[in-house]
C-alpha cells in the first residue's frame, strides 16, 4: 500500500500547480481521500477532501474558489489543481486515503510534496 504525492514545487504569487497523489495496493475509490498541509511552526489543516462517491467534496475557507479536488479512478489518482497561489500556500502537502472497515479504520497518508510561493 502506497500513496505517493508529487507536483510541488516553487511557484510566484498567482501562479498554478497541480499536485498528484497516486495510489497502489488500494483504490482511491472506495476511500474517502484527503489533501492536507503543513506550513512551517503551524499545524496541520485540512485543505479538500472527496467522499467515496466523488457526491461529497469540502474545502477550506482558505483555499475556496482557488483550489479544486478531482479523482481519475483509471489512473488510481487523485489531484489538487490550486490556483491563485499565495504566500500563505506554502507548505507540504499530504495526501491521505481513509476508510471504515468492520476490522477498524484504513488511514494511509504519503510523505508529501512541498509548495513554495514565493517571488
Known amino acids: 500500500v502506497q500513496l505517493v504525492e508529487s507536483g510541488g514545487g516553487l511557484v510566484q504569487p498567482g501562479g498554478s500547480l497541480t499536485l498528484s497523489c497516486a495510489a497502489s495496493g488500494f483504490t482511491v475509490s472506495s476511500h474517502v481521500m484527503t489533501w492536507h498541509r503543513q506550513a512551517p511552526g503551524k499545524e496541520r489543516e485540512m485543505v479538500a477532501s472527496?467522499?467515496?462517491?466523488?457526491?461529497?467534496?469540502a474545502i477550506a475557507d482558505s483555499v475556496k474558489g482557488r483550489f479544486t479536488i478531482s479523482r481519475d479512478n483509471t489512473e488510481n489518482t487523485v489531484y489538487l489543481q490550486m490556483n491563485n497561489l499565495k504566500p500563505e500556500d506554502t507548505a507540504v502537502y499530504y495526501c491521505?486515503?481513509?476508510?471504515?472497515?468492520?476490522?477498524?479504520?484504513?488511514?494511509?497518508w504519503g510523505k508529501g510534496t512541498l509548495v513554495t510561493v514565493s517571488s
Open positions: 472527496m467522499s467515496s462517491s466523488a457526491a461529497n467534496i
Open positions: 491521505q486515503a481513509f476508510q471504515r472497515s468492520p476490522v477498524g479504520p484504513v488511514d494511509y
